[in-house]
């Protein structure tokens, strides 16, 4: 029971902690969100399953613990449930059962003494009270713990002998290790004895060694040139690079200085060091510029994308990984390291990589890069040169587009025109593939650079790190001079190039005798001469450096030399020689179509997009800021394409206006419009759109608009020369006051005949006042001043002239006023002086798809200012249409009265006072017949029905009203010349119901019908009229019956007319006095009417 005592105090919890109050103390102090004595974690062990549920499965409860306690409460459910023992249960509880009574024993900060000097307190505040229940948890405590230390008492007792095992097996492992160490003494001792044999036997052993080791190295060194070959023909130039300077270490030791047959391998090795240098520059210069099989694809697959997409590999269709994703995964942190098993020129940017690292490592890096720089531009040249070369075998010359004029100029919208965007497409996304196959191989080489600088604390090396900036700069030349090369087409207004002239003096003066001096372009590579010069330089080479050229005559006598790699700098630079010398010579390259400014629709997206992209390859803090990658094109805008754009703008005009067909009907004007146009006005519109067009494509400037803008003015100012042209009497027809027709100076000063007209024309029905008013006007400006020939228009190609002004100048307000946009954007006035934001306005042009296309609507952008000009050059256009409507209203009238008045005036025309009866109308009716149906004609060709309609109506009542109020000029007349004269009333009122819908000349007809009934007949119609008072009113009919005073009064004089013109002065005073009677009575009845 002692043992179960001593055992049970230690180990009942697992944790060891007991002492004298009957383990009721608090364990090491611990935080109280962790601490759980009853929970998870009660006992070490993992035979102290969790406890039961419940209390009642005690075996041996304490007395009166279930009397006087209620039930503990059973601890949460734990899964899964593990089978426990008596003792486990009943050791369960009582703890659960301290949990509850006496919390404070559970607490990590718990003192016994102080609940002991409770217990025995029996104040009011004590708990003496409680003291039975204290001691009868105490023995229920006491209980549990026999039991448990009854039932592992076994546990207990076997492992007492295992500690004695263990204790005993330790002390046998301290006994060995003392035998070892007196052993380990005594061979200490016995090595510090000298043994002169064994001196003796050292010596001549390092000796044999050194020889040995030397031998050895004789050996590797003479395998070198095989391994090094190997390396390089596998092209794995950083094992070549290692093996070579491994080798140069080994020949500069003291002991193989007096070794005279290694100076053949010192002078090979040397000239392999400097041959094997220019074949890693010739390598990165073949994956730099693309010359390398294995570029082709990328390139390729880059200008696939950037023809396809707006600037984004979102969109690619191709296998190419984007540049940025590959960036991200090659560790320039870590020196690049061969694969064996893997082509090391597969992977062109890994490939760049070993380059550089093993140009570092044979300590040429920074010579490279200089050989590479002085390279660039004569690539970069020959690159554009091939290319355009490629792009022109693929598009046959006569497929390019040919609908050019004498000056070069050409028309958005034909077939041609698109087969001349397709080339000049796929030149620039072949071009600019290639360029941003470039530019990633050089951020590549820039950024193994960096970090190799970095990796060896060489600090910011600017030498080794410029080489970007300088691509851009040749970027910049090349792109200046396509885009000059497809703009402008005066070879002298602007010159791209930045480099010095070949042959250039120090003035910049070409010395011609220097300019051609030697070209290797021009040599012959098989004449004799050459041949054998060239076969004495490569036998020259071969014993200077073996392995540098190939051996090709002497492959069997010298097997090694014929397969080493083959180094020919002066083949291998033959191309770009030959650019470099097309260069220095032309300066520019080849255009495959003809230039012109509307080409720079077709130019810059593909610019835009390619610059767009190199953003992302330009070198993160670099020296060169991304935000000026677009000032060149600045300066191109300003410098060339304005001046260059006025320019042209100027000659296309110049080429509409100067045309002998510009204000000729367009043959093709139905494709464009519902009636007939100049073909000048479709002409200038089909420029205009192409204008429009091309400024979707580059930043807003409203230096672009308002030059459009000025050639919408100068249109207009033609146009209206060309109205005045028609309009203008001839040389011999103008007076000093007046040089134009009749109807032009009525339509173009305003007057009350032209407020009537526009009233007229405005009103959506036809208004008999103001009819009557403009005829009334029409009639008094006639009397003011009688119409002469030289008043009216005699061609008859004028009428169509004017409708087809009219119906030009109204389509092409209505399409100008469609061109009408305001933009939102921040639009500059480009100016050379004034600094501009780069990125501010180019970022409008980052949406590629912004290109000269046929669909969708087509808008000059305009600021407000802008637009106030715009507005005044549409509402000029529409003056002018209304001004040639008018013309062309008044025109036909001032015809009526011109050939009515000289048909009325017997001075002009037969008199009235006739023999016999005739039966044929006037030669001017018949006429102003012919010249009606004409007029009529073309009018209803060359206009709308409303505007047909507003000229037509009133015709008949002109005709009428003239007819009656100027009768007297036909006086004298008697009945024959009355006949004549309704004879030709007649005759106008059945051509009339040709022209105008619902014409009756009744008003005239019965005017002269009434001259039959004589000067009685006159007077009893006024009675009649007299008598029936405003009975008529409502009645058109009969008020067109009716007549004036006036009119009855002419009426009268015109039937007493043949008697007053009587040379018998008796005749003549006895009309006069008759007439007067009649005139007396014809008061009485007109005087109140």
Not at 11 to 29: E, I, L
Not at 474 to 486: A, C, D, F, G, V
């Amino acid at each position: 029971m002692s043992t179960s005592n001593r055992y049970g105090n230690s180990y009942r919890n697992g944790n060891g902690y007991g002492n004298g109050y009957g383990n009721f103390v608090a364990p090491p102090k611990q935080s109280q969100d962790d601490y759980d004595p009853y929970g998870d974690d009660y006992g070490g062990d993992a035979r102290y399953g969790p406890p039961v549920p419940s209390i009642g499965s005690r075996s041996s409860p304490a007395p009166g613990l279930l009397r006087d306690e209620p039930p503990i409460p059973a601890q949460r459910e734990r899964a899964p449930p593990v089978e426990t023992t008596n003792a486990e249960r009943q050791i369960a509880q009582v703890l659960e059962h301290i949990k509850q009574e006496w919390p404070s024993m559970c607490e990590t900060d718990c003192i016994p003494v102080q609940l002991a000097l409770q217990l025995l307190d029996s104040s009011s505040v004590g708990r003496a009270h409680e003291y039975d229940k204290f001691q009868e948890t105490y023995e229920y405590l006491q209980e549990s713990l026999k039991g448990i230390v009854h039932e592992h008492h076994q546990g207990f007792n076997s492992s007492i002998g295992t500690f004695h095992k263990i204790q005993g097996s330790i002390q046998a492992s301290q006994k060995r290790v003392r035998a070892l160490k007196e052993s380990l003494a005594a061979a200490k001792t016995s090595l510090c004895t000298t043994d002169p044999d064994l001196k003796k036997l050292s010596a001549t052993s390092q000796a044999y060694e050194g020889l040995l080791n030397t031998l050895n190295e004789l050996q590797e060194l003479r395998v070198v040139p095989d391994q090094l070959e190997a390396h390089i023909s596998e092209k794995r130039f950083v094992s070549a690079v290692d093996v070579l300077q491994n080798a140069l270490r080994k020949l500069r030791k003291p002991e193989l200085d007096e070794i005279g047959a290694l100076s053949d391998l010192r002078s090979y090795l040397a000239n392999q060091d400097t041959a094997l240098m220019d074949i890693l520059v010739e390598e990165l210069h073949e994956h730099l510029y693309l010359k390398s099989p294995y570029c082709q694809e990328r390139w390729q697959g880059l200008a696939k994308d950037q023809g396809a997409s707006t600037g984004s590999y979102a969109d690619s269709t191709s296998n190419i990984v984007p540049f940025h994703e590959c960036v991200e995964n090659i560790d320039f942190e870590r020196a690049a390291t061969e694969d064996p098993a893997k082509n090391p020129e597969a992977d062109t940017f890994s490939y760049i990589g070993l380059l550089v690292e093993a140009l570092n490592k044979l300590g040429r890096l920074e010579a490279a890069v200089d050989i590479l720089k002085q390279r660039m531009p004569v690539e970069l040249f020959g690159t554009v040169n091939y290319t355009i070369n490629e792009v022109d075998q693929r598009h046959p010359s006569s497929l390019r587009g040919g609908s050019t004029n004498s000056e070069g100029l050409y028309i958005y919208g034909s077939r041609e025109t698109q087969m001349r965007a397709d080339v000049i497409y796929d030149l620039l996304w072949t071009l600019y593939g290639k360029f941003e196959a470039i530019a990633e191989a050089h951020r590549v080489f820039h950024e193994t650079i960096k970090a190799l600088i970095r990796r060896e604390g060489a600090g910011n090396n600017s030498a080794l790190l410029g080489s970007f900036k300088e691509l851009w700069n040749l970027y910049q030349n090349e792109i200046r001079s396509l885009l000059h090369n497809y703009v402008t087409t005066d070879a002298d207004l602007y010159h791209f190039s930045s480099s010095p002239k070949t042959g250039a003096s120090l003035v910049g003066k070409k010395d011609a005798a220097r300019e051609h001096l030697f070209k290797f372009a021009e040599t012959d590579p098989k004449a004799p001469d050459i041949v054998a010069e060239y076969d004495a330089l490569e036998s020259i080479l071969r014993a200077a450096v073996p392995g540098l050229t190939d051996d090709r005559k002497g492959a069997a006598s010298d097997k090694r030399a014929g397969s080493r790699p083959i180094l020919d700098p002066v083949g291998s630079r033959k191309g770009a020689a030959a650019s470099y010398e097309t260069k220095q010579g032309s300066e520019s390259h080849k255009s495959l179509v003809e230039p012109s400014v509307f080409n720079m629709s077709l130019l810059l997206p593909p610019t835009l997009v390619f610059l767009q992209r190199l953003r992302t390859i330009v070198p993160p803090g670099s020296d060169l800021a991304t935000s000026t990658l677009t000032t060149f094109l600045d300066n191109f805008l300003v410098n060339v394409f304005h001046p260059q754009l006025d320019e042209t703008l100027d000659k296309l005009s110049d080429t509409i206006f100067g045309e002998a067909d510009s204000f000729l009907q367009d043959q093709e004007w139905a494709r464009v419009a519902k009636k007939p146009v100049f073909k000048g006005t479709t002409a200038f519109f089909t420029v205009v759109t192409a204008f429009c067009k091309m400024l979707a494509t580059i930043p807003p400037d409203q230096a672009l608009s308002s030059l459009i803008i000025t050639q919408m003015m100068r249109y207009y100012d033609k146009c209206f020369g060309w109205y005045k042209s028609l309009v203008t009497k001839g040389q011999d027809e103008a007076t000093d006051s007046q040089t134009l027709r009749l109807s032009a100076t009525l339509a173009l000063e305003p007057s009350a005949i032209t407020e009537t007209a526009v009233a007229l024309w405005s009103s959506e029905e036809p208004d008999a006042v103001q009819l009557e008013k403009e005829i009334d006007l029409l009639i008094s400006r006639a009397d003011e001043k009688s119409l002469e020939l030289s008043d009216v228009v005699q061609d008859k190609d004028v009428m169509p002239s004017l409708c087809m002004l009219y119906t030009s100048m109204k389509w092409l307000s209505v399409k100008t006023a469609a061109l009408r946009y305001i933009t939102q954007n921040d639009v500059e006035n480009a100016r050379p002086t004034l600094p501009r934001q780069s990125s501010k306005r180019w970022t409008l042009m980052n949406d590629s798809t912004k290109t000269s296309s046929d669909e969708g609507p087509v808008h000059l952008p305009m600021t407000p200012e802008t637009a106030q000009a715009f507005d005044g050059i549409v509402s000029s256009y529409e003056e002018l249409a209304t001004k040639a409507l008018l013309t062309l209203h008044l025109e036909i009238r001032c015809q009526i009265i011109y050939a009515l008045h000289r048909t009325l005036t017997p001075e002009t025309s037969a008199p009235y006072v006739l023999d016999q009866e005739v039966t044929e109308p006037d030669p001017g009716i018949l006429t102003l017949n012919g010249d009606l149906i004409t007029f009529d004609e073309t009018v209803g060709h060359f206009l709308r029905p409303r505007e047909s309609a507003f000229i037509r109506t009133g015709l008949g009542r002109l005709i009428d009203t003239y007819l009656v109020r100027k009768a007297l000029l036909a006086k004298p007349m008697n009945h024959n010349g009355c006949g004549r004269m309704q004879l030709n009333i007649l005759v106008l009122q059945q051509n009339l119901k040709n022209v105008e819908e619902g014409v009756d000349l009744r008003h005239s007809a019965e005017y002269y019908a009434l001259f039959e009934k004589g000067p009685g007949g006159v007077v009893e119609k006024a009675r009649a009229d007299k008598e029936a008072g405003d009975d008529v009113e409502g009645d058109e009919e009969a008020k067109s019956m009716r007549f004036s005073y006036e009119e009855l009064e002419a009426l009268m004089e015109l039937c007493f007319s043949e008697q007053l013109a009587n040379p018998e002065r008796g005749i003549a005073a006895a009309a006069k006095r008759q007439m007067g009677e009649k005139m007396l009575a014809l008061s009485e009845y007109t005087w109140q009417t």
